[in-house]
């Protein structure tokens, strides 16, 4: 009987396929099987790019006259730690019995790299290969993709581009490394106190330390200098308005030499004598307008966001979150992390209750429960197919990381952080459907002769969407405020 072999990228999430496509047999040595089914997986990268020495062994040796080193064509070669698994899924690929092959590693540019490298240095091309393309590990999605699952060949652009990102990586750092290893290698092991050093060179790494040395510079280089603004208060003394005083054509100071800014002066002598000048002057209120506006919830989290969100609130490094929501993500309680959207597609919006249901059901946070029967209450809308946060135009691969509604048998087993971090995504997420937030804005233009001053206010009238997104002791303190 003909076979269905599946390949992941790693064991845990070959396990869900398997739960899903109910395949109970025995384990085998790096793959599953049943009458249908064959599911193996890889362990991350299976196959590398080869070092110049496999081009030629003169190429061991770092000097100038063999750089740069421009191949016409790449050489690659199995890790030599995972040569046993690349052997297995060799294999699996040769049976005759296998006459489909799907492809469920990870739903991105890598994953897709993963696999053409491994079926590339194989050599074997079966005739019906599909992708398997999914945004968590949900049994419905896994289902759902599985079932959608389009031909390989759909893929072949982002498979290009992986090549391309790789080949690019390769060259930048092979190249340039060896260079300024040669030409500077020397200088920076003595000024480290080292015997020998190397020099890496990196596409991202290096223009990020590039950034971060030009900004250590203006840091070291910038000099402090002092101004002096000038504040008034006016009214009651015990509640004065205090309002700033701005320069302007009609002022005595307009364009004149003691000013550091429009705002304020060069020396404290020159701020003082302006303000003895307007003492005993009167000040007349020239304007006052009000107007009142709305703010919404944020966008939802993409990776750069969540991983901006998570080093304010808890003091971990962008790779340590991204191995939280990773791991949240196999265990079915968010959506795809390696994402750059913060929006969702029109498809996901139109079952977004579902998603709203699990937490319901599922997610039992005394908090997240107060906000959800809140929900209820005010009968806040569910539909975002017409808001900012529905937006298929800015998806590439996936849409923005938000909770599953699943997962919940896994939650109690998980580490502390891991329950925070998912705790901020769901938060987020309840936040686009509270109402906006509302505000009174007041400014107020006050004269004193042709001198201006200028006030402003905002006062936030109604919480909306704050109740979720502000800390929940803040929101009660202001509450008790009002009351």
Known sequence: MPKKLLITEKPSVAMEFAKVLKINGARKDGYLE?????????????????????????LKFWRLDTLPFLPKEYKYEVIPNVQKQYNIIKSLLEREDVDSVYVATDSGREGEYIFRLVEMQIGIHKQNRKRVWIDSQTEEE????????KDLSEYDSLSDSAYLRAKEDYLIGI????????IYGKRAAKELEEDKICISVGRVMTCV???????????????????????GGFGKEEAPLKAEWKVTEDSKMWESPKLYNEYGFKTEKDAKEFILSLQGKKAVVAEVKKSKTKENAPLLFNLAEIQNECTKRFKIKPDQTLEVIQNLYEKKLVTYPRTDARVLSTAIAKV??????????????????????????EKYK???????????????????????????????????????????????FLAIFYPPA????????????NEEFNASGKVCTKQGYLDVLKERKAVEKKKDEKR
């Open 34 to 58: 049943s009458e249908t089914w064959i599911i193996t997986w890889c362990v991350g990268h299976l196959v590398t790019m080869s070092y110049p020495e496999v081009y030629d062994e003169k």
């Open 142 to 149: 896994i289902k759902r993709g599985i079932e959608q699952a």
């Open 175 to 182: 190249n340039f490394s060896r260079l300024l290893s040669i």
């Open 209 to 231: 330390l590039g950034m971060i040395v030009s900004r250590e510079r203006e840091i070291r280089n910038f000099v402090k200098v002092p101004y002096y603004k000038i504040i």
């Open 352 to 377: 977004i209750s579902k998603n709203l249901n699990g937490i319901a059901k599922g997610y039992h946070d005394e908090e997240v429960q107060g906000y959800l029967k809140q929900m209820v209450a």
């Open 382 to 428: 569910t539909d975002l197919t017409k808001t900012k946060y529905v937006n298929d135009s800015k998806i590439t691969d996936h849409y923005a990381i938000i909770p599953t509604g699943q997962g919940y048998e896994n939650y109690e087993k998980l580490p502390d952080l891991h329950k925070q971090v998912y705790k901020v995504i769901v938060k987020r």
């Open 438 to 449: 509302e505000y009174n804005k007041v400014s107020v233009k006050i004269k004193v002769e």
